[in-house]
């Protein structure tokens, strides 16, 4: 079986439902992420993260390493979750892990602040995070097909889940790129400029993509 990458339209085109359903996961997440007793714990937590300012390869390290297994789980948490147990469910990952710190960051900036926040590495992240979920989403959705008796390929199901999870895994490193030089004292202004630069131009060509 060869492995090819599908075009992020064609991915669309095919799950749009499971974009729509990862998309609201997110959605719901994040507004509980705006309620205090649901921030106020991601707030404490991520002050305890420890980042060094001055060396943004090891941060661009920790993020993406941290962000890539959340990308995983949310990929093949499907099959984990036999292992693992129910922490590792997608759905729960994406509300509570994802959905919520998003939202936790949003009630504590201001809004001119978070904006600059998701232009530079938010957009990115969520991005990853919402390509992963779909890529995941997948396998289910073979199996309710086969269920119900519809014709589906394995291959085709496979080759479409890579595909989403690539896109998931540029996503996340992109993401952890700016926000590495964001966080660095030298680099903010150029993580800010360069992620803002890079978020409108990927913007840019997904829309493009998708609508032609």
Do not use: C
């Not at 991520?46 to 060396?55: G, I, R, T, V």
């Not at 959905?99 to 001119?112: K, Q």
């Not at 966080?183 to 978020?199: F, H, K, M, V």
Request: hydrophobic share 55%; proline share 5%.
């Amino acid at each position: 079986m060869s492995i090819t990458i599908h075009t992020p339209k064609k991915l669309f085109d095919s799950h749009y439902e499971l974009f729509i359903f990862a998309i609201a996961l997110f959605a719901y997440g994040f507004a509980h992420g705006l309620i205090p007793e649901y921030a106020q714990p991601v707030i404490e937590k991520a002050k305890e993260l420890q980042f060094e300012p001055y060396n943004i390869t090891a941060n661009i390290k920790a993020i993406f390493i941290n962000n890539g297994l959340l990308s995983i789980v949310l990929w093949l948490g499907w099959i984990l979750i036999f292992f693992f147990g129910l922490n590792f469910f997608p759905p729960t990952v994406m509300i509570y892990n994802i959905g919520v710190p998003f939202g936790a960051v949003a009630s504590n900036l201001t809004p001119l602040g978070y904006i600059q926040v998701l232009l530079a590495f938010g957009v990115f992240e969520a991005l990853g995070f919402i390509f992963s979920m779909v890529a995941g989403l997948l396998f289910p959705k073979y199996f309710i097909l086969k269920l119900l008796r519809r014709s589906v390929s394995f291959d085709s199901i496979i080759t479409d889940s890579f595909s989403l999870f690539i896109y998931g895994a540029a996503f996340i490193f992109l993401g952890a790129f700016f926000e590495a030089l964001l966080l660095s004292p030298q680099a903010q202004i150029a993580g800010l400029a360069l992620g803002t630069l890079a978020t409108v131009i990927v913007l840019h060509k997904l829309w493009k993509s998708l609508t032609h």
